[in-house]
């Protein structure tokens, strides 16, 4: 409909038959950024501009972006809420798990935003990161963090706890200011960290500084509580004792981490 669309689609893992397909958009831009699903539902996140209906009634961007988040039964695509979240600025959601009882969802955001709990201001000259839950019955708010840099600070990736902690990942350039030492990044680099998931209260967060780039893509936890971390770097950067040394200009990295919690380091 309008410059950019979005569609979703249940496929069969069996022999690839579609069972449905939905789509949706507006006179904008409109992006799926991320998918999950639980035990009966799918959540779906991104952005959009302009005006967006996602089967609940349309929805009106108040700046140049807005973020959604919509929950789909997973049997027929029907949509069963969408909700917006946005300010007068900028914002995006790229990262988004999900529980049978709540959904989290990160991004960056620009200027002034209320995720469901009251206004934040982001402080960095280009983006903040944000992570925020809700409830994946109805889309109400639990809680949320703001992810604050001076410059420019992004959650990229979420992982869930068997008891529901959130673990976000990201990537920042500058400083940090979730209670990691200083150590300010000259290029683009990387964090973990965890919220409660009851409260969003930091229990631990870690960021890594190195020269050149290297940036957080996505997260992986295991069941037995490993949890691993992809991304890509354009210099070479060690990890404890492993040096990764790019072959290419930009190459990737994956990065298994098995200590919890993380002390509140630079690592």
């Known amino acids: 409909m309008g410059d950019l669309d979005s569609f979703i689609a249940r496929v069969s893992p069996f022999d690839g038959s579609v069972k449905w397909v939905r789509s949706f958009g507006g006179m904008g831009k409109d992006l799926v950024f991320g998918l999950v699903s639980n035990s009966s539902d799918i959540f779906v996140a991104g952005m959009f501009e302009y005006q967006l209906n996602l089967g609940t009634g349309p929805m009106t961007s108040l700046g140049t972006s807005d973020v959604f988040i919509a929950d789909f039964s997973a049997v027929d695509g029907s949509t069963k809420w969408a909700q917006r979240i946005g300010g007068t600025d900028l914002e995006g959601a790229g990262a988004i798990v999900a529980s049978d009882s709540a959904v989290v969802v990160g991004g960056v955001f620009r200027g002034v935003v209320d995720f469901g709990g009251g206004a934040r201001t982001a ?84 960021a890594f500084v190195r020269p050149g780039v290297q940036s957080l893509t996505s997260l992986s936890l295991a069941p037995t509580g490993m949890l691993y971390v992809g991304g890509r770097f354009d210099t070479s950067f060690t990890i404890n004792t492993t040096t990764l040394t790019p072959v290419g200009g930009v190459d990737g990295f994956v990065i298994a981490f098995m200590t919890f919690p993380m002390p509140s380091t630079n690592g």
Request: proline share 5%.
């Open 123 to 206: 402080m960095g000259t280009q983006r903040d990161g944000f992570v925020a839950k809700y409830a994946a019955a109805d889309g109400s708010y639990v809680w949320d963090q703001e992810l604050p840099s001076p410059t420019f600070a992004s959650a990229t990736a979420l992982a869930m706890t068997s008891s529901g902690d959130v673990i976000v990942g990201g990537s920042f350039i500058d400083d940090l200011l979730i209670g990691v030492p200083p150590g300010t990044s000259m290029a683009e680099d990387f964090f973990l960290a965890s919220f409660s998931g009851s409260t969003g209260a930091r229990a631990w967060s870690k």
